[in-house]
Nanobody, 123 residues
Framework: VQLQASGGGAVQAGDSLRLSCAAS????????MGWFRQAPGKEREFVAA????????YYTDSVKGRFTISRDNAENTIYLQMNSLKPEDTAVYYC?????????????????WGRGTLVTVSS
């Protein structure tokens, strides 16, 4: 699976952005998909994940109520709608695919990674 994230940019606090991640490969619908982010000087962290059927979604506490992950299996694409952005959301955002049906939170659960897209939120 090859992944390509896009949609990053520079915004003001309180603004919204929608990230997209396009995937290649017929097996896309079988993968759990996730978003991670890495802020300057920090380790990469889990942001959100969505099961293959899109019924189960998982979020880190700091984005709950502000971010929404979704997927379109017909288009082989996942999205991360980010609302009420804060300066602490500034990071490079990565999408990832997992064939593992267990814990969706650790990076080690994900087999494939895309290049990141930079989100910068100014106050």
């Amino acid at each position: 699976v090859q992944l390509q994230a896009s949609g990053g940019g520079a915004v003001q606090a309180g603004d919204s952005l929608r990230l997209s991640c396009a995937a290649s490969g017929r097996a896309f619908r079988n993968y759990v998909m996730g978003w991670f982010r890495q802020a300057p000087g920090k380790e990469r962290e889990f942001v959100a994940a969505i099961n293959s059927d899109a019924y189960s979604r998982y979020y880190t506490d700091s984005v709950k109520g502000r971010f929404t992950i979704s997927r379109d299996n017909a288009e082989n694409t996942i999205y991360l709608q980010m609302n009420s952005l804060k300066p602490e959301d500034t990071a490079v955002y990565y999408c990832a695919a997992s064939s593992y049906s267990g814990n969706h939170y650790p990076e080690t659960s994900y087999n494939y990674w895309g290049r990141g897209t930079l989100v910068t939120v100014s106050s």
